[in-house]
């Protein structure tokens, strides 16, 4: 049995779901079955965005899918340490995240826990796995397998939002626009698998493009039918989360392959400090005040800002899978024979991982001035040592790490004046 309580809160309202020993329940542990419930056969969508809920237990067992994916591209870059392999690694990243974001957009408005929805959602997740087992071979013999495990997702999508615009009328002007770009863009990755090379890349790229304007389209000239803006971030951060475990990975690998070598220790070191520097950056400081604004407009959906949020994770997480691999390459070369790939990786990931976090930060703001001069003004200066460090990757590690601590310390000091204001006023 369950009793539904209202509370305010900050102008808004919520649910609270408590069962009849008065302890506490959310939502996503109803749908987990807390309590021994059976999971309903079917249950049809609705759109779910004025409940309290939290990521499910099956959405964080599809994202581990991701990581596979994410972890063999890293591998396939590291034997390509090249501008190609840079640009094979971005693409093929890319394809991967916007498969995850598609999905996670579905579920954020209108996913349910019955047995028809569980079934898709894992047939997705094996087709992620196929992606996974056949990415670090593109663009040469995992070319096909590759596309079918795309294809296999888009169609999954495609069956979700027929499914939902049987049952949510209100909502079939948006879910046609889904709908529609998800199916052309499978077409044009089927088609791809009869053409040669290049043509196939650039089916690929406008199938992409195709479903990247849904969300463009449905905020501007849709229905408001708006996103849930406390699950919307909880999901991309710990997709943030996994992305970042990368490095942590790939620290663990190097101390590992130069023998506790005393000097890869050190840049291990380094290396794990630049990557706390960015979980701290992101989850305290940048995207935890994105989150804020975000959560704070009740038009952001409309107004464009869940969309900045969004595609602002794009250069965010590219980046953070590229400090990856450059961590990596430094702990395995600290003291001579790092290649310009290893240095860039490091350098661009890390640059790149900024960027995202002022796109972020700055589309939730709707203005560029919250991000000068911190954190943009970290940008410039990694670039510098990308082109400068060319003898002593050891140096410019400790630069990185020293810098990645200094930017979290000022963005601490940054956010607690810019709240003192606000109680003030």
């Known amino acids: 049995m369950w009793v539904s309580i209202g509370d305010e809160s900050a102008g808004r309202r919520r649910h609270l779901l408590m069962s009849v020993d008065g302890k506490e329940q959310t939502p996503s542990d109803r749908d987990d079955n807390a309590g021994g419930q059976q999971t309903p056969l079917n249950e049809p969508p609705r759109l779910r965005t004025d409940d309290n809920r939290a990521a499910s237990r099956l959405e964080l067992f599809y994202d581990l899918a991701y990581v596979l994916v994410i ?4 591998i396939a870059f590291t034997k390509d340490l090249t501008w190609h392999g840079a640009a094979v690694f971005a693409g093929l990243f890319t394809i991967t995240w916007w498969s995850w974001v598609t999905m996670t957009l579905y579920a954020n408005r209108f996913d349910t826990n019955d047995v028809i929805y569980r079934v898709l959602k894992l047939s997705a997740t094996f087709a992620v796995a196929v992606m996974a087992a056949s990415a670090g071979s593109v663009p040469s013999s995992g070319v096909v397998a590759f596309t079918i495990g795309y294809v296999a997702t888009r169609v999954v999508l495609a069956v979700l939002y027929a499914r939902a615009w049987v049952h949510i009328v209100d909502s079939r002007p948006t879910i046609n626009l889904y709908f529609a770009t998800t199916t052309f863009s499978a077409l044009l990755w089927t088609t791809s698998l009869f053409t040669p090379g290049p043509i196939t890349y650039g089916l690929w790229a406008t199938g992409i493009l195709i479903e990247a304007l849904a969300p463009v389209a449905a905020t501007r000239w849709g229905p408001d039918i708006p996103l849930h803006l406390d699950h919307l971030p909880e999901r991309f951060g710990l997709f943030v989360i996994l992305v970042l475990g990368e490095s942590v990975s790939a620290i663990v690998l190097g101390m590992h392959d130069t023998h506790w070598a005393l000097s890869s220790i050190v840049v291990a070191a380094l290396g794990f400090t630049i990557a706390a520097a960015m979980w701290w950056m992101y989850f305290d400081i940048g995207g935890a005040e994105a989150k804020t604004l975000l959560q704070s407009d009740d038009d952001a959906h409309s107004s464009g800002r869940a969309d900045s949020y969004i595609y602002g994770h794009l250069p965010l997480t ?33 640059a790149l991982f900024v960027a995202g976090v002022c796109m972020v930060l700055a589309g939730s703001a709707r203005t560029w001035r919250a991000v000068f001069p911190w954190p943009a003004v970290a940008i410039p200066a990694v670039v510098a040592v990308g082109f400068i460090d060319n ?35």
């Open 71 to 74: 972890h063999q591209l890293a």
């Open 318 to 350: 590219l980046g953070a899978a590229l400090l990856g691999v450059g961590v990596e390459q430094y702990v395995l070369h600290p003291v001579g024979e790092l290649t310009s790939g290893g240095r860039w990786a490091l350098c661009g990931g890390l």
């Open 391 to 425: 003898a002593l990757p050891f140096a410019s590690a400790v630069f990185l790490a020293i810098g990645s601590t200094v930017a979290v310390v000022t963005g601490i000091v940054r956010r607690r004046q810019s709240a003192m204001r606000t109680t003030e006023t």
